[in-house]
């Protein structure tokens, strides 16, 4: 059985430019949700989608944006980039509440 | 405000010894528990998880202790190895929504 899978591994971009990163989920996972991992403020919750639908979202600003597709797919989007967001994005996936979540292996994003 | 709160930072063990990392919470309508092992380039791994209405749970060498009243768990590692070198995450959520993570405990097991 595939695990989620998170494209692509690593990313070097400007500050100012645009991102977007994928996220395929476990076959049958409905959910899926994003997190922020960094040194100092360690895994912070983005946002998660439940059949195409935006269930909660973290604090952070709306340079940061999501979506899911029918086939539950996801992808993240992340603004006029920042030199803080230099950090590992991690997508995680589960049938739905009250289900353990699988983690893919993230991607690597750094802002120079 | 951070709401789930992990202690050690790090932590060292002798091959052999047992490992414990606590964890504190705040908001009582946590009700999911969840320890996560993380390998450096690799996600998160969901190790063992407990709910509110069981005060342990052991699955192999790795121990949940749960106390409501404390609003406190632990994961207790029996027999640590060198392969049980990794980071560890608590969390906890309330249905519904997001994992709210520790910040980590970094484990070395020396053999």
């Known amino acids: 059985k595939a ?11 400007t500050r100012g430019q645009q991102v977007t990163l994928s996220c395929s989920p476990i076959s049958g996972h409905r959910s ?10 360690g895994l912070q919750f983005l946002f998660e989608y439940f059949s195409e639908t935006q269930r909660n979202k973290g604090n ?5 944006s999501g979506r899911q597709f029918s086939n539950s797919r996801s992808e ?3 603004s006029t980039l920042e030199l803080g967001d230099s950090a590992l994005y991690l ?8 289900s353990g979540y699988t983690f893919g292996s993230g991607t690597r994003l750094t802002v120079v | 405000q951070q709401q789930v709160k992990q202690s050690p930072q790090s932590l060292i063990v002798q091959k052999g010894g047992i490992s ?3 964890c504190a919470y705040e908001n009582t309508a946590f009700d999911y528990f969840p320890w996560y092992q993380q390998f450096p380039g690799k996600g998160p791994a969901l190790l063992i998880a407990i709910r509110p209405d069981v ?3 052991k699955e192999g060498r790795f121990t949940i202790s749960f106390n409501k009243s404390a609003k406190q768990f632990s994961l207790h590692i029996m027999d640590s190895q060198p392969g049980d070198s990794a ?5 906890a959520s309330q249905a519904g929504t997001a994992l709210i993570f520790g910040k980590g405990t970094t484990l070395s097991v020396s053999s």
Do not use: D
Not at chain 1, 5 to 12: A, V
Not at chain 1, 60 to 64: E, K
């Open chain 1, 32 to 41: 899926v949700s994003w997190y922020q991992q960094t040194p100092g403020q």
């Open chain 1, 76 to 78: 993240m989007n992340v």
């Open chain 2, 87 to 91: 980071t560890y995450f608590c969390a």
């Open chain 2, 55 to 57: 005060s342990e749970k």
């Open chain 1, 60 to 64: 952070f600003p709306g340079r940061f």
């Open chain 1, 91 to 98: 997508c995680a996936s589960s049938l739905g509440q009250g």
């Open chain 2, 20 to 22: 414990i990392i606590n």
């Open chain 1, 3 to 13: 695990g989620v899978t998170q494209t692509p591994r690593y990313l070097i971009k």
